[in-house]
């Protein structure tokens, strides 16, 4: 079966240091994975969406990457602050990839310290 | 982006009684929309997936007659939490695609507490 897997471990770093996040998926290469952010008590928030076939996208202090074969995907956020703490997921898609139809990872959660 | 909202945001109901909880996209049509369940430091999980004008298809292991949905227009997806237990209580989110779009859109999810 499909899974995505994240470290479930809390990620703690200083403020203005680079966060990077793992998520690694089994069986084939989906055609894209996402990720998102949620905070307590709220849901997740699409952040990013890099494809098969891109190595690498960036959206301001984020950047993800996608390493086909080592199955994995990397998460950072630069020159990081504290309103950057929550959790981050990864998904890929759950079958053919209806959009919206996801498969999540535990996610990974982030905390910022001034 | 599109926005889907959810509500109630938190209710707390007795064991037995139903609860309903509302999905609506709110500036765009959805024919399908997703229900996910979370529980405490876990991942979310895909409960079913709610088709307008048809019926719900559940996930391996979900009661579909205890988790009952109703799509009745491409704006609104409501889930139905029927006689509820202690073990229902979670964290449920809705959520939804559009044409040409690979981003699902989350409503701020529904805190059900069964007491």
């Known amino acids: 079966s499909q899974k995505i897997e994240q470290n479930s471990e809390a990620l703690n770093i200083q403020e203005g240091k680079t966060a990077t996040l793992t998520c690694n998926y089994t069986?084939?290469?989906?055609?894209?994975l996402q990720w998102y952010r949620q905070d307590p008590g709220r849901g997740p928030v699409f952040l990013l969406l890099?494809?098969?076939?891109?190595k690498e996208k960036r959206k301001e202090r984020l950047k993800v990457t996608f390493d086909t074969t080592l199955k994995q995907s990397l998460f950072h956020i630069t020159a990081s602050q504290p309103a950057d703490s929550a959790t981050y997921l990864c998904?890929?898609?759950?079958?053919?990839?209806?959009?919206?139809?996801?498969?999540f990872g535990q996610g990974t959660t982030l905390q910022v310290k001034p | 982006g599109a926005v889907v909202s959810q509500h109630p945001s938190r209710v707390i109901c007795k064991s037995g009684t139903s609860v309903k909880i509302e999905c609506r996209s709110l500036?765009?049509?959805?024919?399908?929309m997703f229900w996910y369940r979370q529980f405490p430091k876990q991942s979310l999980m895909l409960m079913a997936t709610?088709?307008?004008?048809?019926?719900?298809?559940?996930e391996q292991g979900v009661e579909k007659d205890k988790f009952l949905i109703n799509h009745a227009s491409l704006t609104l997806s409501t889930l139905t939490v029927t006689s509820a237990h202690p073990e229902d209580s979670s964290f449920y989110i809705c959520?939804?695609?559009?044409?040409?779009?690979?981003?699902?859109?989350f409503g701020q999810g529904t805190r059900l507490t069964v007491v």
């Open positions: 959520s939804a695609g559009t044409v040409g779009n690979t981003e699902a859109f």
């Open positions: 069986n084939y290469s989906p055609a894209y």
């Open positions: 890099i494809r098969e076939n891109e």
């Open positions: 998904a890929r898609a759950h079958g053919s990839g209806n959009t919206g139809k996801l498969i």
């Open positions: 500036d765009f049509q959805a024919t399908t």
């Open positions: 709610s088709n307008e004008g048809s019926k719900a298809t559940y």
